[in-house]
């Protein structure tokens, strides 16, 4: 059975930083392409960044979210990595990390910024 924790989410200022993290688990996470999706409310899912896998490391990013987030992995952990600088109020919303074809999700984490 796949399973994808996601933890690390909470409130933080604007300008702040969070780092996302998600434990893998029943599947091979070192050739697998990961992503991160996150969905605000009231409003569908939105692709927010990609890595790939085995000794390709290209990543890929959102418009939103390009120069303030960094994907990245640890194969040897089976955990994929989000960190998030510079934190806007538009970037509140429910984190997801998924498979990079989307047929496998956690169950979210949240983050929220706010004053």
């Known amino acids: 059975e796949v399973q994808l924790v996601e933890s690390g989410g909470g409130t933080v200022q604007p300008g702040g930083s969070l780092r996302l993290s998600c434990a893998a688990s029943?599947?091979?996470?070192?050739?697998?392409?990961m992503s991160w999706v996150r969905q605000a409310p009231g409003k569908g899912p939105e692709w927010v960044s990609e890595i790939k896998s085995g000794g390709d490391i290209s990543t890929y990013y959102a418009d939103p979210v390009k120069g303030r987030f960094t994907i990245s992995r640890d194969n040897a952990k089976n955990t994929l990595y989000l960190q998030m600088n510079r934190l806007k109020s538009e970037d509140t919303a429910l984190y997801y990390c998924?498979?990079?074809?989307?047929?496998?999700w956690g169950q979210g984490t949240q983050v929220t910024v706010s004053l």
């Open positions: 029943g599947l091979a996470f070192g050739r697998t392409e």
């Open positions: 998924a498979t990079a074809a989307w047929d496998y």
